[in-house]
């Protein structure tokens, strides 16, 4: 089994990262701030405009270390990859399904029932640890809707069903999602979800979040020697990871969402952390996104059991696992692909 390996967050705006033999090298106004060995990376995931030297591009193309440049409030900017892994005849049957629906369908129809059966599960655990703080009647009306979508999923013909029920699915998850804000909703109220911009924190955290998933997503594929930009579910566009937002779509209840609602709720995060742009859109500051950075690498070093693998394995593997699931059915080894089920 794949080993849970470190993730190197660049959130200092000042910061430029440069390569000294084996180690990265974080010099900050010409003065080194830190100094970090290569061997024990797995990403690195860069907030600042500084960037990069050439020599550490290099270094982690040739030792498959991931590097990924988002913007300092979280849009992607561009992936840095080393060489494509996994046989090629894996990529080609994973081309050759995407372009039949017939084949493209158990796929997709596993990855929505993965995505559904999680959102019901956050729902439902919000029932069972706080039914004396929550809208009871709301929750268990919209899980019960959730329950009957799960029913007619298998049933669906067509890729365009598929995303119907998808979209009714969200539209009833998203429009319970304020009954599960606990705490401070003064500064963290639910409406609909906004993006590009998000209009409000609550947004402005989850695609904070769902950066961080996607991301990692693409990572996971890659390293099974999956094309994550041909999927089954999402249609594909230039530039678009299609398949790591398929499989995102049962990962970001559990993932993303759940994080969100801790983070709110516990208060580790507050109003204050975030600001409003002329144009509408939310950014959260320094502070608050290394206290969400925090909080997502110390989430994915918790241990679950599989439910597929009944193994123990860390939080943090379950998009390799999938992953590696996804690719073995592709590959002829499973008969179907096993969607992750949070229990």
Request: charged letters at 25%; hydrophobic letters at 40%.
């Amino acid at each position: 089994m794949k080993q849970l390996a470190n993730i190197l967050y660049i959130t200092s705006a000042d910061a430029y990262l440069t390569l000294d033999g084996e180690n990265i090298v974080i010099k900050k106004e010409e003065h080194v701030s830190t100094r970090l060995p290569l061997h024990n990376l797995e990403n690195i995931v860069c907030f600042n405009y500084l960037g990069v030297s050439p020599a550490l591009m290099g270094a982690c193309s040739e030792r498959n270390i991931g590097l990924c440049f988002l913007t300092p409030n979280g849009r992607f900017l561009a992936r840095v990859s080393g060489r494509v892994k996994g046989n090629v005849l894996l990529r080609k049957k994973q081309y050759q399904v995407s372009e039949h629906e017939v084949e493209s369908m158990p796929i997709a129809a596993s990855f929505l029932l993965g995505k559904i059966y999680n959102c019901r599960k956050v729902l439902e655990r919000a029932l069972r640890d706080h039914a004396m703080l929550v809208n009871v009647d709301a929750l268990s009306k919209a899980s019960s809707f959730l329950k009957q979508t799960l029913a007619v999923i298998p049933e669906c013909g067509t890729a365009s069903e598929l995303m119907a029920f998808e979209g009714s699915a969200a539209k009833i998850y998203f429009g319970v999602f304020d009954h599960l804000i606990l705490q401070q909703r003064n500064d963290f109220s639910f409406r609909e979800r906004s993006r590009r911009p998000p209009l409000d924190n609550i947004n402005s955290l989850l695609s904070f979040l769902y950066t961080l998933l996607t991301n990692e997503t693409v990572s996971a594929l890659e390293e099974v020697g999956l094309d994550p930009y041909v999927g089954f579910l999402h249609t594909d566009r230039p530039g678009r990871p299609s398949l790591a937002l398929d499989l995102m779509e049962e990962m970001r209840p559990i993932f993303a969402d759940r994080l969100a609602l801790t983070l709110v709720n516990r208060k580790q995060i507050s109003g204050k952390g975030f600001t409003q742009k002329e144009s509408g859109g939310i950014l959260m500051d320094d502070d608050t996104r290394k206290a969400v950075l925090s909080a997502w690498q110390d989430r994915k070093k918790e241990e679950i059991i599989h439910p597929y693998l009944k193994e123990r394995i860390p939080f943090g593997l379950i998009l390799h696992v999938q992953a590696m699931l996804l690719a073995r059915y592709l590959r002829g080894d499973l008969d179907a692909y096993p969607p992750f089920f949070w229990s």
